[in-house]
């Protein structure tokens, strides 16, 4: 069964920079699309950005310009760095695992989340 | 950028079937995805590629995608069913590949 766990700081101060771990176990990292999706209280999901199974990215426009997803294949885990960060960037944090090598694949395993506040 | 619209909330009483849609310009050319979200859990994938269950997602939740509009059906709704229900799609139109959710719908069981 594939399974994803979130990890990372709880609380981030304004202006610094939240870092994330998502670790992958019960299948392969190579070969798959691997998200960030956040959910900030209260609201709807929104997607962060994925990570491609050729190792390419793609962001969400709003917030490109502060994110970075990137990959450690020997510890099957993929990282979420995201600068500058304000209040509005609290949140659930949710790693997700889409298709094998398709883009448009839906998103069918999740991490439980982590809280991220910025305060 | 594209938009998902959902109707805000839906009230339905058990055994009675629950619909849920899902608005977008020209949706039906896009594979539309559905996720199941209780208060305090992670989303689960209920319906893929607009219609197709994924292994252990109950017969009674099915889904459809025509013209501009995405529809999840819940046949014989159950009290376990009342959670938030986000809808998903790709869109590689308009020089931009990003992902987008919809703004869900919070399904109460009377």
């Known amino acids: 069964q594939v399974q994803l766990q979130e990890s990372g700081p709880g609380l981030v101060k304004p202006s610094e920079t939240l870092s994330l771990t998502c670790s992958v176990s019960?299948?392969?990292?190579?070969?798959?699309?691997w998200h960030w999706i956040r959910q900030s209280p209260g609201k709807g999901l929104e997607w962060i950005g994925f990570?491609?199974?050729?190792?390419?990215?793609n962001y969400n426009a709003s917030i490109k310009n502060r994110v970075t997803i990137s990959v450690d294949t020997s510890k099957k885990q993929f990282f979420l760095r995201l600068t500058s960060v304000t209040a509005a960037d609290t949140a659930v944090y949710y790693c997700?695992?889409?298709?094998?090598?398709?883009?448009?694949?839906?998103?069918?395993?999740w991490g439980q989340g982590t809280l991220v506040a910025v305060s | 950028s594209y938009v998902l619209t959902q109707t805000p909330s839906v009230s339905v009483a058990p055994g009675q079937t629950a619909i849920i849609t899902c608005m977008g310009n020209?949706?039906?050319?896009?594979?539309v995805h559905w996720y199941q979200q209780k208060p305090g859990q992670a989303p689960v994938l209920v319906v893929y590629?607009?219609?197709v269950r994924p292994s252990g997602i109950p017969e009674r939740f099915s889904g459809s995608n025509f013209g501009n509009t995405a529809t999840l059906t819940i046949s014989g709704v159950e009290a376990v069913d009342e959670a938030d229900y986000y809808c998903?799609?790709?869109?590689?139109?308009?020089?931009?590949?990003?992902?987008?959710f919809g703004s869900g719908t919070q399904v109460t069981v009377l």
């Open positions: 997700a695992r889409g298709g094998r090598g398709v883009a448009a694949a839906p998103l069918e395993f």
């Open positions: 019960g299948a392969s990292i190579n070969g798959y699309y």
């Open positions: 990570l491609s199974d050729t190792g390419t990215t």
């Open positions: 020209s949706l039906s050319t896009k594979n």
């Open positions: 590629d607009d219609g």
């Open positions: 998903h799609v790709w869109d590689s139109s308009d020089h931009s590949d990003h992902h987008i």
